[in-house]
């Protein structure tokens, strides 16, 4: 399920608690690095694993990612589009009690 902005994903993510997020840095009203912060504030999602998938990239923005125990930082023009689905289906199968694919 897709949102239009940082605030309205993360009042979804608190209403469905979701295995994983797919995340992106640069969204309008509140960006992607402080949605990330503000869910792991939040006992209720705080363990929802966090992909990034950006155009950003940045030393600082990664970083930080990192701190808040992202489970991947995809840069969009470093990977092929099956190449980041690979990899967020295998992040998908270690967190999934059944595999999608």
Same mark, same amino acid.
């Given at each position: 399920? /897709?949102? /239009?902005? /940082?605030?309205?994903?993360?009042?979804?993510?608190?209403?469905?608690? *979701?295995?994983? #997020?797919?995340? +992106? #840095?640069?969204? *309008?009203? #509140?960006? /992607?690095? !402080?949605? &990330?912060?503000? &869910? !792991?504030?939040?006992?209720?999602?705080?363990?929802?694993?966090?992909?990034i &998938?950006?155009?950003?990239?940045? +030393?600082?923005? !990664?970083?930080?990612?990192?701190?808040?125990?992202?489970?991947?930082?995809?840069?969009?023009?470093?990977?092929?589009? *099956?190449?980041? #689905?690979?990899?967020i289906?295998?992040?998908?199968?270690?967190?999934?009690?059944? *595999?999608?694919?």
């Amino acid at each position: 399920i /897709g949102t /239009g902005d /940082g605030e309205e994903g993360l009042a979804l993510a608190k209403k469905e608690i *979701p295995m994983l #997020i797919i995340l +992106d #840095i640069l969204l *309008p009203k #509140i960006n /992607g690095l !402080r949605v &990330l912060e503000l &869910l !792991r504030e939040d006992s209720a999602t705080s363990a929802i694993p966090v992909v990034i &998938l950006t155009a950003f990239d940045s +030393d600082e923005y !990664r970083s930080k990612a990192e701190e808040l125990d992202v489970k991947w930082y995809f840069v969009k023009t470093d990977w092929k589009l *099956p190449e980041i #689905i690979e990899k967020i289906v295998n992040i998908a199968n270690t967190i999934s009690p059944k *595999p999608l694919a």
